[in-house]
């Protein structure tokens, strides 16, 4: 029996997650920690980062040490018409930290579905993605949203590329002011994005409002999966934000970030990316999400106030065994030392030194 109270937070994660998952038939994935470099620079523009830790192998290939777990995973998978593969992962990945501008390794746990994918699988990642948030704190808000609906919305200004990529970021940083001179400039007309950027609440509030700004298909998906939604035990929590974007050469349909309060960063991403299954010459649909469990180190109360209860110091070790043996069957931690290091945090000190003694 394993005595949860010795793990860290996010390897306590890591076991209920993975049973959460199993649950839902998502099957272990494990892979190397490396992969070709040209393989993620021909899709760059999916990753977070372009600066990659590159070496290279026996044979002169340069790899390169893994930024992202989806691409990995596409790359092997091979679906069958009306089949899905539904695989759950926790793997480490290395990427340029925001904070520290240094590479970083960071825990990842997710999953992902891949294959024939339909209103159920998309709704099943969203409901999972909540559970997941949910079995980390209570205190938590998933947002989604559907770029087929923003797509929409682009496609009716006859938007260049450029123009996309730029309201994109100024949508998904809620920057009205520089979102309206984007669209002044380009001549278009600046009320049907900058809408997008007050977009936030409610899912049935959300729908009301884009039925009246871009009816389209996108949107009678998100209504479905809405419905499916209003069953879900966390439904309340689940609500409707377009901040919530992706690359849309890479990603379509529905995106979704989590939050977990006491964290200042996004704890979970994901969403659809048919455009990547299709741009590697994959047939079918995908949908995952990834949760960066590292950040679970700024959840306050996370950190035990001491490393040990007892620190012993001794200096004869014959005397050091039955006193350590006494004290841990006592349910208690020990740490024998000949000296108190400098950084140990304790609870009690037991001297059995011979010094010690004479006093």
């Known amino acids: 029996m394993i005595d949860s109270s010795i ?53 002169g290939r340069l790899l390169a040490l893994k930024p992202d777990v989806t691409l990995s995973i596409v790359k092997s998978r091979e679906a069958a018409p009306g089949c899905k593969q539904k695989v759950y992962y926790n793997e480490n990945i290395y990427r340029v930290s925001g904070s520290t501008h240094r590479f970083t390794e960071i825990m990842q746990t997710g999953l992902e579905c891949i294959g024939d994918i339909d209103l159920y699988d998309i709704y099943e990642a969203v409901s999972l993605a909540a559970q997941s948030l949910g079995l980390i704190s209570q205190d938590f808000i998933l947002q989604v949203s559907h770029l087929g609906i923003l797509a929409a919305a682009l496609d009716s200004l006859d938007a260049d590329a ?26 278009v007309d600046a009320e049907k994005l900058t809408g997008f950027i007050e977009i936030c609440g409610s899912r049935a509030d959300v729908i009301a409002r884009l039925e009246a700004m871009i009816p389209c298909s996108a949107l009678e998906e998100l209504k479905a999966l809405s419905a499916l939604l209003d069953g879900s035990p966390y ?38 990316y048919d455009k990547l299954m299709e741009k590697l010459g994959r047939s079918g649909g995908a949908i995952g999400f990834a949760l960066y469990l590292d950040l679970l180190e700024q959840l306050p109360g996370t950190r035990r106030g001491c490393d040990v209860d007892v620190l012993l110091l001794y200096d004869d070790p014959a005397a050091v065994p039955a006193a350590v043996e006494a004290l841990t069957a006592d349910g208690k931690t020990v740490s024998a030392q000949k000296a108190v290091p400098d950084r140990l945090r304790y609870r009690e000190v037991l001297d059995l030194r011979k010094e010690a003694a004479k006093c």
């Open 7 to 59: 793990l860290k937070p996010e390897e306590r994660a890591v076991f209920a997650l993975r049973q959460l998952y199993r649950r839902y038939g998502y099957l272990p994935y494990k892979m190397s920690k490396f992969e070709e470099f040209e393989y993620y620079i021909a899709n760059k523009d999916f990753l977070l980062s372009d600066r990659f830790i590159t070496f290279n192998d026996i044979g």
């Open 235 to 272: 439904s309340e929590k689940i609500i409707f934000d377009f901040s919530v974007v992706g690359n849309l050469n890479y990603y379509n349909g529905v995106v979704m970030g989590g939050f977990i309060q006491g964290i200042d960063q996004r704890l979970l991403s994901g969403g659809q």
């Open 162 to 187: 450029e123009f996309r990529q730029a309201a994109i970021g100024f949508i998904a940083g809620k920057n009205a002011h520089d979102l309206s001179r984007l669209c002044e400039d380009a001549g």
